[in-house]
């Protein structure tokens, strides 16, 4: 297949960071959205599971049955079978994840970071179901999150960050956020097949 124009730029950051802002910045831009959590939640939602732990679990479990980038290449599985070009990749938490989704071509991973306060008080604001704790509990999630404590496996947001090509310090406002989307996109399309 042609894919001439050919886009893919994949998100990782802790939660919270403003990943959300910039897939709907990447939306308006004419990206397609796609999260390997869709993968997690769909077997969730099997299991009845609603928690953002029990959905780590989940993650972990389908990693460790189908390998470390299991989540990426199922995703890579359904772009491929796409005509659409330009795709904005959410979710990704772990390297060998990264390494399945390289292999679309024209790939791009951008890192997503705030200050931890600025982190914790978006949670406290957002309070999504899976996210209500106190402090200490958030910071738990946020340690388990990037890698601290788990197997080679599990969720790595630190190495992945590691591995990214571009970095988004998001502490700003909304327009200073879409600035520096936009010059990425610069970049990654001036880059095309």
């Known amino acids: 297949m042609n894919r001439k124009g050919k886009n893919f730029l994949g998100l990782t950051g802790r ?51 189908g390998g470390s980038g299991v989540l990426g290449r199922k995703v890579k599985e359904k772009i491929e079978e796409s005509l659409i070009i330009k795709w904005v990749i959410d979710g990704i938490r772990n390297p060998a994840e990264v390494d399945e989704l390289k292999k679309l071509g024209n790939f791009h991973l951008i890192a997503i970071n705030s200050a931890e306060d600025l982190i914790l008080k978006r949670l406290r604001k957002r309070s999504r179901d899976t996210d209500i704790a106190d402090d200490t509990e958030l910071k738990k999630r946020l340690n388990r999150e990037w890698g601290i404590g788990e197997p080679a496996g599990g969720q790595q947001v630190g190495k992945c960050v590691e591995m990214a090509d571009f970095f988004i310090k998001n502490d700003g406002t909304l327009n200073e956020l879409e600035e520096k989307v936009i010059k990425i996109l610069s970049s990654t399309e001036g880059q095309n097949v």
Request: aromatic fraction near 4%; avoid cysteine; proline fraction near 0%.
């Open 15 to 65: 939660m919270a960071a403003g990943k959300g802002e910039i897939v709907n910045i990447l939306l308006n831009h004419g990206y397609k959205y796609i999260s390997l959590s869709d993968i997690v939640r769909e077997e969730a939602e099997a299991d009845g599971v609603v928690t953002r732990g029990e959905m780590q679990d989940i993650g972990n479990r389908l990693r460790e049955e």
